[in-house]
C-alpha cells in the first residue's frame, strides 16, 4: 500500500481546532517585558530633533533609536538597504522611528508618549503615476525574436493596460517576536515565522555575533502567504535590541491595526500589452511592461519581478516576446512576498488581454486560449522548451468539459443584449495559468539547502528541516513522503523543531518548494539511516539476508520478521550515534543566464484552470461568486485533503483581491487600517468549489511532486473578473472590480465591443 495520496489527519489539527495550541503570543516567560514602535505621521520627512524624556515615561521604560544601534542599521534580506529604524529620513506613514519597552502593555504604550519628534515634512511619491520618471528600484529584461518587426507585420494589434492593487495578507496570527539573552552574550528569538535563518541572517548582520551565538525558534505559526517571510527580520531586531537594553526579556505583538499599517503588502502593478495576432488570434508578438510599486524600500521586490517577468507571457505560445520590468519607489510602506509573489499580477493581466484579443476576432474566451496554449515542444520567452509535463491543454479542456463553458458564455453573452427588468446578470469567466515550482534559475544552488535526519535512542528517525508549519501541512506531508520512500511508519518519523541551533538551513518554507524540494531530501536521508541499520544487522548476523521493510517491520527472506524501531533501539545501544546530512543539488540541465533572462527559470511548472459562475446585482453592481471550478495539475497529490484545501483557499484569496479586497490610501495614510473596513471574503462569501486535481507525476520531484501553495492564486481573479464581463458587458481592466469601480465604468461607457474588429481599426488602446 502507499501512504501518498491519502488524506490522514494532520498532527496539530485537533489542537488548533480545540485552542489548546500556544502560538507566539501565548507562551509564558518569566520577567517578560513589553515593546512597542513609535511611527512616523509624515510619508516623508526629514527628522530634525529627536528626543527621549525618561522623566516622562513609566518606571524604568527603555528607549532606542538608530543611534543606539551596535552594527549596521539595515534589515538583511537581498541587501541592507531597509533601515532598521529611521535614521534622519522618514520615507513613508508608519515608519518605525523609535522603539520603547516597559514591564507591561500599557507601560510601553504610555512610554512612547515620552519621546519627542521634530519633523520637517518633504515632497513624497505617493502613486506609480508619479514615481513614473524617478529612478527604478530594480529592472529587468527579457527578449525573444524579432518584435518590432512581427508587431508591424500583425494581423491585428491589441493593446491594453491593466491596474491591480495592493492586498494585505490578513494571517489569523499577527506579528509576534520575543527575544531575550542568555549567559555568554548569546541572543535567542522566537516568534512566527517563515524563515528562521532569514531572521537569523539580520540578528547576525546588525549584533555582530557569531552564528551559533543567535538562536532562532519558530514558534507555531497562524498563517503567513508571504507576510511573515521578510517582516519578522524587523521585530526580531526591535525585540533583540530592547532586551539587551532593559536586561529583561521583551515582546513586541502587534494588534491588527499595528499589523495593516506597519507590515508589507502585494505589490500594486501596472501591466502594458501590444500583443499581434494573425487571423486565426494566433499570437505572433507581444510587447510586455511589467511596473510594480516597491514601496519605500527595495526589501523582496527583485524576486517579486523576477517572477513577474517570467510569468508575464502566461501559459501561450509566443515567437517573438519582449518583457520589460521596473519597480518603483514610492512613500509607502514597502511591499514584499504575497502568495503568488508577482506571477498573480501579471497574469490577471495576460488572461484579461486574451480576453480582449478574442472580443476583438470575435472568438470566445476558451476558443482563443486553445489556439494558443502551450504544449510540449513549445519554447517560453526564456527559450525553455516545454517538455512532457506541460499540462496547460489538459486543464484547459477538463475545465471546460466539466462546466459546459463555451455553451455558456454564449448563451449568457446573448441573455446579456436581451435583458429582462429586474432579473439579476449572470456570467462565467475563465481563464489558465501556471506557476514555475520552486525559486527561480540559480536560487536552489545559491541556497544550497541542507537535509538532516538522526537516528533517536528509541530508535525513530528525527529529521532536521527549516521548514516551517504555517497552515500548508508539511508537518503531515514531510513524514508521509519519509516513510513512503523507507518503507517505515510516519510515527517512525518525527521532525525537529525549526530552531537554528538544531537545524541547518535548508531553506525558506517559500516559492512553494517545501515538498518538491525539502521533501525529495526528507525522503533520502531518512532512507539513507534504514539502509545503515539494515546493513549493521545483516552483518551482526553474519547472514547477509536480503531484508525488505513495509509498515514499520523488516523482514528477511527467511520468514523472520522485527519491528524497525527495535532494530534502531539495538543499534543506539552499541554503535555511535548516526546523523545523515544531504545537500540539494538541482539538475545539471537547469542552467540559468541571470544577465540576458535565458535558459531553464524553473524545472517544472504546476498548470491549471478556473471556470468561475457569479451573480451581478443589476441596481447596485454587487458581485457574488456562486461557483468555482479549479483543474490543477501538481504532478503527484502527496495528500488529498490537504491539496484541494490549497487550492480552495489559494482561490478564494484570489476571488478577494480580484472582486473586495481594496486597500485605500490619502496622503500616504491607509483609511482601512482594521478589519472593520478592510473586507475579505466570509463563509458568506465563499462560492461552491469544484477541485479536479489532474495527476501527471514529474520525473524531477519527490515521488513526482511540483509545488501547489501559489498556483491557484494565479487564476481566481481574472476567471472571476471575465464572468462579471460576461455577465454586465463592462469591460474591465483594474482590480478589485468593486460596485464603485463597475459603476464609474459603466458611467464612462466602458463596454466590451458586440462583434469582430476590421483590422485596420484594431489597435484598442488600453483605459
Known sequence: MTLLGSSPPRPDGAAKVGGTLRFGDDLPKEGLWYGATLRSPNPHARIRGLRWNPERAPKGAVCIIADDLPGPNGVQLLDDEWPVLAE?????????????????????????????????PLEPTL???????????????????????????????????????????????????SAWWEADDKLVVEGSMQCPYFVHRSLIHVFGLPAERSVVKATPMGGGFGGKEDFPSVIALHAALLAKACDHPVRIAYDRHEDIIGTTKRHPSVVTHRAGVDAEGRLQAMEIEVVLDGGAYRTLSPVVLSRAVLHAAGPYRCPNVHIRGRVLRTHTPPNGAFRG????????????????????????????????????????????????SCSARLCLEKAARETDFQERWQH??????????????QGVGLSLYFHGAGFTGNGERVLQSVVEAALLEDGRIEVRTAAVEMGQGCDTVLPMMAAEASGLRPEDVVLAPPDTSRVPDSGPSVASRTSMVVGSEVAHVVTEIRDRILDWWSNSQESGAAHTVEDGVV???????????????????????????????????????EETYQGVAYPTYAFGADVVEVVVDPDTLEVRPRKVTAVCEVGRVLHERLCVGQVEGGTLQALGWGLMEEVKLEAGHYLNDRLATYI???????????????????????????????????????????????????????????PERLLALTSAHRQVPSGPQDPKRGRRPGG
Open 412 to 425: 449568457l453573452e446573448a441573455k446579456r443584449r436581451a435583458p429582462i427588468d429586474g432579473e439579476s446578470m
Open 88 to 120: 534622519g529620513i522618514v520615507r513613508h506613514v508608519g515608519e518605525p522611528v523609535a522603539v520603547v519597552a516597559a514591564a507591561t502593555m500599557l507601560a510601553a504604550r504610555q512610554a512612547l508618549g515620552a519621546i519627542e519628534v521634530d519633523y520637517e
Open 680 to 738: 475579505i471574503p466570509t463563509i458568506k462569501d465563499s462560492p461552491e468549489m469544484e477541485v479536479h486535481l489532474l495527476e501527471r507525476p514529474w520525473k524531477g520531484g519527490a515521488f513526482g511532486a511540483k509545488g501547489v501553495g501559489e498556483l491557484p492564486m494565479d487564476g481566481g481573479a481574472p476567471a472571476a473578473v471575465s464572468a462579471v464581463e460576461n455577465a454586465t458587458g463592462i469591460e474591465i481592466d483594474t482590480i478589485p472590480a468593486t
Open 127 to 177: 502613486d506609480l503615476s508619479a514615481a513614473a520618471n524617478q529612478e527604478s528600484l530594480y529592472t529587468l529584461e527579457l527578449r525573444s525574436g524579432q518584435v518590432e518587426q512581427e508587431l508591424e507585420r500583425a494581423h491585428l494589434l491589441v493593446e491594453g493596460t491593466y491596474h491591480t492593487g495592493y492586498q494585505e495578507h490578513i494571517y489569523i496570527e499577527c506579528q509576534v517576536m
Open 341 to 388: 509573489f508577482g506571477a498573480p499580477q501579471v497574469q490577471f493581466a495576460m488572461e484579461r488581454q486574451m480576453d480582449r484579443i478574442g472580443r476583438c476576432l470575435g472568438l470566445d474566451p476558451l476558443e482563443i486560449r486553445l489556439r494558443n496554449v502551450l504544449e510540449e515542444g513549445d519554447k517560453l520567452p526564456t527559450g525553455q522548451v516545454m517538455d512532457e
Open 555 to 593: 523482514r528477511r527472506g527467511n520468514g523472520e520478521s522485527w519491528p524497525f524501531r527495535e532494530l534502531a533501539r539495538r543499534y543506539c545501544e552499541t554503535e555511535d550515534p548516526l546523523v545523515v546530512s544531504r545537500q540539494h543539488e538541482p539538475p545539471e540541465w537547469q542552467v540559468f543566464d
